[in-house]
């Protein structure tokens, strides 16, 4: 079923009711998804779409939606364990958050949040750097896992890398797995990618967009002839930058917003 659809029927004909995350992702219940079922077979068999929604509603709710304050312990739980070393806890953290919410919820709603945190509190001496390279590391590998298939439809392509002394990757990580729900195909080369290896994986793959994540302003610069040469092979948008103008002036486009913004608004 399309989002467009479901919110339809959700609005139209109050068929579905969901509670919301902070970040305003819907959270389904079995419920949900049995009257979506039951009015679908509905319509297939000659109901009008009304009347469909007017019997498919008389489904009894069996299963509350899992409520806000379930995931908000959960981020809790996750956070004080990655907080204090403990990766079995940690990891039993967040397999209670994909076995409960959706990934965008997962990633929108408590991973992001507890990075842009762990890098406040590094930059003002409150947190180490090994628990900076602790946490990093386990949510890496844990978001590289789910990552195995986000190559796989036949969606348009994006090729995701960081530009060369960009040591770290885990939010381009994250903004490939959020925009392959979207239905990309993703190539990811990943940390500190040296620019002709980029432009050689450009000609060979010739993909739809290519998005390179930069940090720091002074390597962007360093690198301003190298990325207009990119740009002129392929669509090019530019992460984590703030310098539209020169981004624009390289003949790139600039990704606006944080990682969640970015991956929504991205189009072909």
Known sequence: MSRELLRAWELRYGLLRPSRTAGGFRLYTTSDENRVHRMTQLIAGGLSAAEAARQAAAVDDTEAAVPPSAVEDLADRLR??????????????????????????????????????????????????????FASHLLRGRLVALARDWGAGDGPSVLLACLPGEAHDIGLVIFGLLVARRGWRVTFLGADTPLDTLEASVRTLRPTLTVLAAIEPGRFAAQAEAIRAIAALTKTAIAGIADEQAITHLGARPLRGDIVEAAASLTP
């Open 80 to 133: 004080t364990a990655l907080d204090r070393f403990d990766g079995p806890a940690a990891h039993g953290a967040l397999d209670l958050l994909l076995a409960s919410v959706s990934l965008d919820v997962v990633l929108a709603d408590v991973v992001i949040p507890y990075l842009r945190d762990l890098g406040d509190r590094w930059a003002a001496g409150r947190a180490s750097v090994a628990l900076e390279h």
